[in-house]
């Protein structure tokens, strides 16, 4: 199973970037997908989050309206388009892959990609 995100990196305050997360290893089209991202220091956080088929996302409050998931499932792909990026935006963003069978749960992560929003 690998999960490998792709798409960080510098930008200014207002900018924007695109996340891309390339899975492979598993029915990606039966995982619900997610990102999350992390501040040294800080707890992991969910960003947003869509379901298998990709009809229903969810985002944190603070993400709404600037934040896009969504996926590709003939391509193994899922995506976080993030506009009016904030210096708060900048962490370590992570692509996560679960599945919830019965009372299981399981999970998949990727290694993250940096996003850094600074002038």
């Known amino acids: 199973v690998r999960l490998v995100e792709s798409g960080g990196g510098l930008v200014q305050p207002g900018g924007s970037l695109r996340l891309s997360c390339a899975a492979s290893?598993?029915?990606?089209s039966r995982w619900d997908m997610r990102w999350y991202r992390q501040v040294p220091g800080k707890e992991r956080e969910?960003?947003?989050?869509?379901?298998?088929?990709?009809?229903?996302?969810n985002y944190a409050d603070s993400m709404k309206g600037r934040f896009t998931i969504s996926r590709d499932n003939a391509k193994n792909m899922v995506y976080l388009q993030m506009n009016s990026l904030k210096p708060d935006d900048t962490a370590v963003y992570y692509c996560?892959?679960?599945?919830?069978?019965?009372?299981?749960?399981?999970?998949?992560w990727g290694h993250g990609t940096q996003v850094t929003v600074s002038s």
């Open positions: 996560n892959a679960a599945y919830t069978r019965g009372q299981n749960e399981y999970s998949y």
């Open positions: 290893g598993f029915t990606f």
């Open positions: 969910l960003v947003a989050g869509i379901d298998s088929a990709g009809g229903s996302t």
